[in-house]
């Protein structure tokens, strides 16, 4: 199409094409609020692309005043190509997460500028200086304000969405408002749930030291049982808005601050796959470490301060979600009338307790899925990538895939956080015989 034959721009705002970077700019520059955050003029605004995830391009644009971050859903997978057609509506949803857990989590997500959902669009805050926490735990720094943030975020997104906290009609509109999103879903059902246990084109792990592992778990009927229970729990269980996919790559992070993005896999789903998700990264940080250092113990320090990390975010995350149940449950469940005097008082408190235990074992599950599917599946990790040496990289992750493999098949023997702690630092020492 020549430019002569294409519609005018203002009604080509509306109309889905992958935006280059000079389509960009003239969309920005059309924006008021937005152009006026950059500063000066367009032509000059520096536009990069620095996407790194797997599926959607990221540009940061930079004014004389200030920058944004803008971040377009492609029509397909975008680590695979143009073969895995992936919806757009993926970031309407991720749009409608975003500002959810604005209001829940107020400080802990980008602020959202400007959303265009025909052109799968976000226009947000950049969030600076901040890194992708991923990184920064390769390079073994630590992050003193993260647990703290990451807890709340956990407790007050999944309290005030469940069940606890609001009533029935409004938890169903949410769970309405997000069931569209089963594509995304279905990418976490396959790739997270049941590739890595069979054979599948797209698996992929460190050959050929784990070859005999991954013919192992392809086997394991205990393992295959477990992970359909939490299959289907994951299918099954709308608790609460779950992000979906909350690794350490959809952290950002200084010392003092921490910013949840990309929650476009967001959906009512069950609160411990994303517990799950934040304590697996942590425990193959932990376990990836040995194969970042120079020298022997280089790196204990980092390692200490991770296992303490992975204690202090199920520990502050079960007291302030104990504390929110106790001062705002204004939901459905547990009706205050069945639970009169000092007894009802008592007997509500147990439940809680009750409650916390389910959602840890199911979180010691989930957490063990997520670690399986980063060294077996389709999707890896730069902690394990990054490893230069292949041998050195196979010892990391089949310490990893011993751990996982106890926490998914044995979940009820982890009796609280601290044993899966203590289990990661024993398998820290093992040595893989390959054979
Ligand atoms: C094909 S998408 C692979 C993975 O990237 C995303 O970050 C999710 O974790 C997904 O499973
Ligand atoms: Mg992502």
């Given at each position: 199409m020549s430019s002569q034959d294409r519609p005018p721009a203002s009604s080509r705002q509306d109309e889905y094409r992958i935006l280059p970077e000079g389509d960009l700019r003239e969309y920005l520059a059309r924006l008021p609020a937005i152009a006026e955050h950059l500063g000066g003029a367009p032509e000059v605004w520096s536009i990069s692309e620095v996407g790194d995830g797997n599926l959607n391009l990221v540009f940061i644009v930079k004014g004389a005043e200030g920058g944004v971050a803008v971040k377009q859903a492609l029509p397909y997978v975008r680590l695979v190509g143009e073969s895995w057609p992936l919806p757009l509506s993926r970031s309407h949803y991720e749009y409608l997460a975003l500002t959810h857990q604005a209001r829940l989590a107020p400080g802990l997500v980008p602020s959202v500028l400007h959303h265009n959902e025909a052109l799968a669009l976000v226009v947000m805050e950049l969030i600076e200086p901040h890194i992708i926490m991923r990184k920064g735990l390769i390079a073994g720094a630590l992050y003193p304000s993260f647990v703290g943030d990451i807890a709340t975020f956990l407790a007050r997104t999944l309290f005030f969405s469940s069940d606890l906290a609001i009533p029935a009609a409004q938890k169903k509109e949410g769970i309405a408002a997000f069931a569209g999103n089963h594509a995304l879903c279905k990418i976490t059902e396959d790739l997270v749930f049941t590739d890595p246990y069979r054979v599948a084109e797209q698996n992929r792990w460190t050959q050929p030291w784990l070859d005999a592992t991954a013919a192992a778990f392809r086997e394991d009927l205990d393992l295959h049982a477990a992970i359909s229970r939490l299959k289907l729990k994951f299918l099954n269980a709308p608790e609460a808005l779950i992000?979906?996919?909350?690794?350490?790559?959809?952290i950002m992070v200084t010392e003092g601050s921490t910013v949840v993005i990309?929650?476009?896999?967001?959906?009512?789903?069950?609160m411990g796959f994303d517990l799950g998700a934040v304590i697996g990264n942590l425990l193959m940080s932990y376990l990836a470490s040995a194969g970042h250092e120079?020298?022997?113990?280089?790196?204990r320090l980092f390692e200490v301060w991770v296992l303490e990390t992975i204690e202090n975010v199920w520990t502050e995350f079960a007291h302030e979600f104990l504390e929110l149940w106790r001062t705002?449950?204004?939901?459905?469940?547990?009706?205050?009338t069945l639970f009169p005097g000092e007894a009802g008082v008592k007997r509500l408190e147990a439940e809680r307790r009750a409650y916390m235990a389910r959602l840890f074992q199911d979180t010691v599950g989930f957490s063990a899925a997520k670690i399986i599917r980063r060294i077996l599946g389709l999707a890896h990790n730069i902690d394990f990538?990054?490893?230069?040496?292949p041998k050195r990289r196979a010892i990391s992750e089949a310490r990893s895939l011993r751990l996982a493999r106890a926490m998914m098949v044995?979940?009820?023997?982890?009796?609280?956080i601290g044993a899966v702690t203590k289990a990661a630092q024993e398998v820290r020492d093992w040595q893989p015989d390959f054979g």
């Open positions: 992000h979906g996919d909350l690794h350490t790559g959809s990309d929650p476009e896999f967001a959906f009512y789903g069950p120079g020298s022997p113990g280089e790196r705002e449950a204004h939901g459905d469940a547990y009706p205050p990538e990054l490893i230069e040496d044995d979940a009820a023997s982890f009796r609280g």
